[in-house]
């Protein structure tokens, strides 16, 4: 059903509140997935880095905590956008079937 109803909308190019979500969630999704990868090498390296010396990598275990929360951010967000972007969509689809049936019914 989501497929149908994106696809009609965008035949019928009225599916612009969909696209803007669909963008920012995608782009928070992308974010949320390179601070992920940041942070699991950041710790890779600061944990190989432990062995040799405390103080080599003490602005890196500082760095850490500001990542997790991005990815907690960047999580919340794209949940959010995800959200309303279905909601719009399913917006426009109703709002697109009612005005077919108010012109095939008048």
């Not at 997790?68 to 951010?73: A, E, K, M, S």
């Not at 697109?96 to 008048?106: A, F, G, M």
Request: with cysteine; hydrophobic share 45%; net charge positive.
């Amino acid at each position: 059903m989501y497929d149908y109803a994106y696809y009609l909308l965008d035949y019928e190019g009225k599916n612009g509140a969909v696209l803007s979500n669909h963008s920012l969630y995608f782009f928070f999704r992308q974010s949320f997935i390179a601070v992920a990868i940041l942070t699991i090498t950041s710790g890779v390296i600061s944990s190989i880095s432990l062995c040799n010396t405390w103080s080599a990598n003490y602005s890196i275990w500082m760095i850490l905590p500001a990542a997790v929360i991005l990815l907690i951010l960047f999580s919340r967000l794209g949940q959010h956008y995800r959200k309303r972007m279905v909601h719009n969509l399913y917006w426009s689809y109703f709002i697109h079937l009612e005005k077919q049936h108010q012109t095939l019914n008048p």
